[in-house]
């Protein structure tokens, strides 16, 4: 049995060269703080591994060589104050060890000042939004596997579940603070190889910072349960070095006006219900399910409700403005107004839904303003 | 009154149906904990089963996430409530009388109700599963605003089954404190008591100081839902992260209210099985006490991220890292008492050993949780899975198990089948290992706990946690069939039971009497 347990840490050590599927450690990461975190790690996993040997070593030796049936005798020996207070003593300084450096570390990790770019992160069920303040950069970044991987019917992709549709971009080399909150339940913003988890309370604002070196991609997930699709808001985190990261902004930034622009174009009832389908994919679907059904007790139905079928004013009302104390949120912000157009007149004409209406990307442009 | 009634009254159990009903003996109310703890621990179990077999790979197959989160929520639930304290309730309502050599509980009455609300409280929570919306969703420490705003209608009727759990709890921790104090034997004094009965004392102190806590916090939960106050709302300017300081404030003290009086049963067995009298006795005691204060102060350990000050996480760190050094002379203590003793291995002596090992392994994951920075890594991951389901399964389900085992000969008079709880303990120390072991390495490579679907990476280990996770479950079938077929037939054993033993329950015949210890017995 003892066997067993000792040969576990040793399982650990020879395993952390097989394959990435074996994977059995923290990652280093890739900024000062993770690494020193990670070699925290490693010296108190070696002082519990060593305290380890010692304590299943004595108990092993007397399961070998004190059991009756090799004749051991019992010797009557108890309450020993010297031995007791020896074993007390030493682990208190064993922790002392262990605190001061653990102390150092955290110390640093709260050194919240002179950061060269703040970004506020918002958790919503079940996305991220991140604003670059002062940029005038604000978008969503929901998960981008799709569902038929998930259900089994596709092949799953390299980065199943830990992929989104528009990453948070960082440039290389900058102290950058994010700023969590968020719009709902409480959610925890986590990237291993940033070595950040801090939660995203509603109604609070926590703070944290990374300096990244090393340009590239970083995955992570949402860490606090938040709902049904918790196992499905991945973080992604793109850093790229300086110029290529103002590209990014500048493209961004073009984007967006492109989007306000199309707005103003004019749509037929085919293209928005075309758009509107994949909208609801992304935004709707996740509740109100692909047949527009919603789950009986949580989510109400949109096939044959009231609002999907009566005057365009409420449903717009509740689609841009939510419902409080619902898990229904205000998708204003979240949805570009050709997109909540289309999604809307989606709502009111699909599943035997047969308003006929057009809601017009104009007529939300104007709502939105 | 009339004597015949009296006389039947103090001599047997009553026939049918309403001896379990109306019962105040205070052995048939611990049989009826027992069985109702295992029946628990079986229901319970299903639904780790169902949680395991959707994570043995990666997509859904089996359950839509939002039942996954049900079945999470209830797993904990049923396991913490209705399982493990029920367990230790049912061991303390058999023994400690029988340890102290008091004639029964010194409340009967509140005995009966305080066993006979759990039925009741656990059909009502397991009844939210076939209502609409499903049962509560939300994890086993429900965190506001999603067990509030955001929960499913079925969470009054959660609230109310926890108001119910607690009512009990309070009631049972009264009693065993009652007992203690009063109904000891002449000449028990404190320092003489059975370590069983110290840690159960000192954990009844700790349910009635921290069950109203937990009473307080699903009340004013019930009162955001339906009352409109804004407790944990910040909009209406309360703060989510109160629920977390007042849960958590009654859920650290309740991690150990679930494995003092395993010490207890451990500190029992162990001196037994070596032959040898336990190590230190005093030191155990007061290692006992000290853990129970600490618990009051490190509540927050499980809070790290939520965004306390840095003067918040030191102290709570700290103060977290001090608990290693009681935890520590226990086992020390342990280990002295095997060393050099003339050991053999029963089945409750191998449930016993396994605890220590596998117990201390648990610990170490503790205080590797503690240290602040490094715990942003593990908080919600798969290492704090394995680590709390360390001390809870190998810890206290093996020493109610092992407890289990040493005291069947005394409550039905027959040895159990010795081969059989070999077997029944090497699959369930084996099925144990191979389901919780992979937890720490999934954990640190970074899968978050509670998710019903996972990235590639973390495939291959999920796959073997759950081949344990059916290994261990189904083994709990022997240890059913093994109690059965004791409590029918089996070698019949002596008052002493065990070579070793030692204590005033092994002065009474087997299997015990329904009435002991009318007359109380001398300890000198």
Same mark, same amino acid.
């Given at each position: 049995? $003892?066997?067993?347990?000792?040969?576990?840490?040793?399982?650990?050590?020879?395993?952390?060269?097989? #394959?990435?599927?074996?994977?059995?450690?923290?990652?280093?990461?890739?900024?000062? $703080?993770?690494?020193?975190?990670?070699?925290?790690?490693?010296?108190?996993?070696?002082?519990?591994?060593?305290?380890?040997?010692?304590?299943?070593?004595?108990?092993?030796?007397?399961?070998?060589?004190?059991?009756?049936?090799?004749?051991?005798?019992?010797?009557?020996?108890?309450?020993?104050?010297?031995?007791?207070?020896?074993?007390?003593?030493?682990?208190?300084?064993?922790?002392?060890?262990?605190?001061?450096?653990?102390?150092?570390?955290?110390?640093?990790?709260?050194?919240?000042?002179?950061?060269?770019?703040?970004?506020?992160?918002?958790?919503?069920?079940?996305?991220?939004?991140?604003?670059?303040?002062?940029?005038?950069?604000?978008?969503?970044?929901?998960?981008?596997?799709?569902?038929?991987?998930?259900?089994?019917?596709?092949?799953?992709?390299?980065?199943?579940?830990?992929?989104?549709?528009?990453?948070?971009?960082?440039?290389?080399?900058?102290?950058?603070?994010?700023?969590?909150?968020?719009?709902?339940?409480?959610?925890?913003?986590?990237?291993?190889?940033?070595?950040?988890?801090?939660?995203?309370?509603?109604?609070?604002?926590?703070?944290?910072?990374?300096?990244?070196?090393?340009?590239?991609?970083?995955?992570?997930?949402?860490?606090?349960?938040?709902?049904?699709?918790?196992?499905?808001?991945?973080?992604?985190?793109?850093?790229?070095?300086?110029?290529?990261?103002?590209?990014?902004?500048?493209?961004?930034?073009?984007?967006?006006?492109?989007?306000?622009?199309?707005?103003?174009? +004019?749509?037929?009832?085919?293209?928005?219900?075309?758009?509107?389908?994949?909208?609801?994919?992304?935004?709707?679907?996740?509740?109100?399910? +692909?047949?527009?059904?919603?789950?009986?007790?949580?989510?109400?139905?949109?096939?044959?409700?009231?609002?999907?079928?009566?005057?365009?004013?409420?449903?717009?009302? $509740?689609?841009?403005?939510?419902?409080?104390?619902?898990?229904? #949120?205000?998708?204003?912000? #979240?949805?570009?107004?050709?997109?909540?157009?289309?999604?809307?007149?989606?709502?009111?004409?699909?599943?035997?839904?047969?308003?006929?209406? $057009?809601? +017009?990307?104009? #007529?939300?442009?104007?709502?939105?303003? | 009154?009339?004597?015949?009634?009296?006389?039947?009254?103090?001599?047997? %159990?009553?026939?049918?149906?309403?001896?379990?009903? *109306?019962?105040?003996?205070?052995?048939?109310?611990?049989?009826?904990?027992?069985?109702?703890? =295992?029946?628990?621990?079986?229901?319970?179990?299903?639904?780790?089963?169902?949680?395991?077999?959707?994570?043995?790979?990666?997509?859904?197959?089996?359950?839509? %996430? /939002?039942? *996954?989160?049900?079945?999470?929520?209830?797993?904990?639930?049923?396991?913490?409530?209705?399982?493990?304290?029920?367990?230790?309730?049912?061991?303390?309502?058999?023994?400690?009388?029988?340890?102290?050599?008091?004639? /029964?509980?010194?409340?009967?009455?509140?005995?009966?109700?305080?066993?006979?609300?759990? %039925?009741?409280?656990?059909?009502?929570?397991?009844?939210?599963?076939?209502?609409?919306?499903?049962?509560?969703?939300?994890?086993?420490?429900?965190?506001?605003?999603?067990?509030?705003?955001?929960?499913?209608?079925?969470?009054?009727?959660?609230?109310?089954?926890?108001?119910?759990?607690?009512?009990?709890?309070?009631? !049972?921790?009264?009693?065993?404190?009652?007992?203690?104090?009063?109904?000891?034997?002449?000449?028990?004094?404190?320092?003489?008591?059975?370590?069983?009965?110290?840690?159960?004392?000192?954990?009844?102190?700790?349910?009635?100081?921290?069950?109203?806590?937990?009473?307080?916090?699903?009340?004013?939960?019930?009162? /955001?839902?339906? =009352?409109?106050?804004?407790?944990?709302?910040?909009?209406?300017?309360?703060?989510?992260?109160?629920?977390?300081?007042?849960?958590?404030?009654?859920?650290? %003290?309740?991690?150990?209210?679930?494995?003092?009086?395993?010490?207890?049963?451990?500190?029992?067995?162990?001196?037994?099985?070596?032959?040898?009298?336990?190590?230190?006795?005093?030191?155990?005691?007061?290692?006992?006490?000290?853990?129970?204060?600490?618990? =009051?102060?490190?509540?927050?350990?499980?809070?790290?991220?939520?965004?306390?000050?840095?003067? !918040?996480?030191? *102290?709570?760190?700290?103060?977290?890292?001090?608990?290693?050094?009681?935890?520590?002379?226990?086992?020390?203590?342990?280990?002295?008492?095997?060393?050099?003793?003339?050991?053999?291995?029963?089945?409750?002596?191998?449930?016993?050993?396994?605890?220590?090992?596998?117990?201390?392994? !648990? !610990?170490?994951?503790?205080?590797?949780?503690?240290?602040?920075?490094? /715990?942003?890594?593990?908080?919600?991951?798969?290492?704090?899975?394995?680590?709390?389901?360390?001390?809870?399964?190998?810890?206290?389900?093996?020493?109610?198990?092992?407890?289990?085992?040493?005291?069947?000969?005394?409550?039905?008079?027959?040895?159990?089948?010795?081969?059989?709880?070999?077997?029944?303990?090497?699959?369930?120390?084996?099925?144990?290992?191979?389901?919780?072991?992979?937890?720490?390495?999934?954990?640190?490579?970074?899968?978050?706990?509670?998710?019903?679907?996972?990235?590639?990476?973390?495939?291959? =280990?999920?796959?073997?946690?759950?081949?344990?996770?059916?290994?261990?479950?189904?083994?709990?079938?022997?240890?059913?069939?093994?109690?059965?077929?004791?409590?029918?037939?089996?070698?019949?054993?002596?008052?002493?039971?065990?070579?070793?033993?030692?204590?005033?329950?092994?002065?009474?015949?087997?299997?015990?009497?329904?009435?002991?210890?009318?007359?109380?017995?001398?300890?000198?």
């Amino acid at each position: 049995m $003892i066997r067993t347990i000792l040969g576990f840490p040793l399982l650990l050590l020879f395993a952390g060269s097989a #394959q990435a599927a074996w994977e059995v450690n923290l990652p280093q990461g890739v900024t000062e $703080i993770s690494r020193e975190v990670y070699d925290l790690h490693m010296i108190i996993f070696w002082i519990c591994v060593a305290i380890g040997v010692v304590v299943f070593g004595a108990m092993l030796w007397s399961v070998i060589y004190h059991r009756k049936s090799r004749g051991a005798k019992a010797h009557n020996f108890h309450e020993n104050v010297v031995v007791e207070i020896i074993w007390t003593i030493i682990p208190f300084f064993i922790l002392i060890a262990m605190a001061v450096p653990a102390t150092a570390t955290l110390i640093k990790m709260y050194d919240n000042s002179e950061s060269e770019l703040d970004i506020q992160i918002t958790g919503y069920q079940w996305k991220w939004r991140y604003q670059y303040l002062g940029e005038d950069v604000d978008f969503f970044s929901s998960l981008s596997t799709p569902r038929e991987q998930i259900n089994n019917s596709e092949e799953k992709g390299e980065h199943y579940l830990l992929e989104v549709d528009n990453p948070l971009v960082i440039p290389a080399g900058k102290k950058v603070r994010f700023l969590l909150t968020a719009n709902d339940v409480i959610h925890s913003w986590w990237v291993p190889e940033l070595a950040v988890k801090k939660d995203a309370i509603p109604g609070f604002i926590n703070e944290a910072w990374v300096i990244v070196d090393q340009p590239g991609t970083y995955r992570g997930q949402c860490a606090e349960l938040c709902g049904k699709d918790h196992g499905f808001m991945p973080v992604v985190v793109e850093v790229k070095p300086q110029a290529e990261y103002d590209a990014w902004l500048a493209e961004v930034k073009q984007a967006d006006k492109a989007a306000s622009e199309a707005a103003l174009k +004019t749509w037929n009832l085919a293209d928005l219900m075309e758009t509107g389908e994949q909208v609801y994919a992304k935004a709707c679907l996740a509740c109100h399910q +692909t047949n527009g059904e919603g789950i009986p007790g949580a989510f109400p139905a949109l096939k044959n409700s009231p609002i999907a079928l009566g005057e365009p004013g409420p449903h717009i009302d $509740i689609v841009l403005n939510g419902k409080t104390g619902t898990a229904m #949120q205000a998708y204003r912000d #979240q949805l570009s107004a050709v997109e909540l157009a289309a999604v809307i007149t989606y709502e009111r004409n699909a599943w035997g839904n047969k308003v006929g209406d $057009i809601v +017009t990307p104009a #007529q939300i442009a104007k709502l939105k303003e | 009154m009339n004597s015949t009634v009296a006389a039947t009254h103090h001599h047997g %159990p009553a026939s049918g149906i309403g001896r379990w009903l *109306f019962t105040t003996n205070h052995k048939d109310i611990g049989t009826l904990y027992l069985w109702f703890s =295992f029946i628990m621990f079986l229901t319970g179990g299903c639904m780790a089963l169902l949680i395991r077999a959707e994570l043995f790979q990666p997509g859904l197959q089996l359950i839509q %996430p /939002d039942f *996954f989160n049900q079945m999470t929520t209830m797993h904990g639930l049923i396991m913490v409530f209705g399982a493990v304290m029920p367990a230790f309730v049912g061991l303390a309502n058999w023994m400690i009388p029988m340890m102290v050599g008091a004639p /029964d509980m010194a409340l009967p009455r509140m005995n009966n109700w305080s066993f006979w609300i759990l %039925p009741f409280a656990f059909s009502m929570m397991l009844l939210t599963l076939f209502m609409e919306g499903g049962a509560p969703n939300f994890g086993w420490t429900f965190y506001a605003p999603l067990s509030t705003t955001y929960a499913p209608p079925s969470v009054t009727y959660f609230i109310f089954a926890v108001h119910m759990m607690g009512i009990s709890s309070i009631m !049972g921790a009264i009693n065993i404190i009652a007992t203690i104090l009063n109904l000891r034997a002449p000449g028990m004094t404190l320092m003489k008591m059975p370590l069983f009965v110290w840690t159960w004392l000192i954990t009844a102190f700790l349910l009635i100081a921290v069950m109203p806590v937990l009473a307080g916090v699903v009340t004013m939960m019930l009162m /955001d839902i339906h =009352f409109g106050t804004s407790f944990f709302n910040a909009a209406g300017g309360g703060d989510p992260v109160l629920f977390q300081h007042i849960f958590w404030f009654f859920g650290h %003290p309740e991690v150990y209210i679930m494995i003092l009086p395993a010490f207890g049963i451990v500190s029992e067995i162990i001196p037994t099985f070596a032959r040898k009298r336990l190590f230190g006795y005093a030191s155990m005691v007061y290692a006992t006490a000290s853990i129970a204060i600490l618990s =009051f102060v490190v509540w927050a350990h499980h809070m790290f991220t939520v965004g306390l000050p840095l003067a !918040g996480e030191l *102290f709570f760190m700290f103060a977290t890292m001090l608990i290693a050094v009681p935890t520590g002379v226990k086992v020390f203590n342990w280990v002295a008492t095997m060393f050099r003793g003339s050991m053999t291995f029963e089945t409750p002596m191998l449930f016993a050993l396994a605890f220590v090992v596998l117990f201390t392994i !648990g !610990g170490f994951s503790g205080l590797m949780l503690a240290i602040a920075p490094v /715990d942003f890594q593990y908080h919600d991951t798969y290492f704090v899975v394995a680590h709390f389901h360390y001390v809870l399964v190998p810890g206290a389900v093996f020493a109610i198990m092992a407890g289990a085992y040493y005291w069947l000969p005394k409550w039905c008079g027959n040895y159990y089948n010795e081969t059989m709880g070999k077997v029944h303990f090497w699959c369930s120390f084996i099925g144990v290992n191979i389901t919780f072991f992979p937890m720490h390495f999934i954990g640190l490579a970074g899968m978050p706990r509670r998710i019903p679907d996972y990235a590639l990476q973390f495939a291959d =280990f999920n796959a073997v946690a759950t081949v344990g996770a059916f290994i261990f479950g189904f083994s709990q079938l022997i240890f059913l069939y093994n109690v059965i077929s004791c409590i029918r037939k089996g070698k019949q054993a002596s008052a002493e039971v065990w070579e070793g033993s030692h204590g005033l329950e092994w002065t009474i015949p087997s299997p015990a009497p329904y009435h002991s210890f009318s007359e109380p017995p001398q300890v000198k």
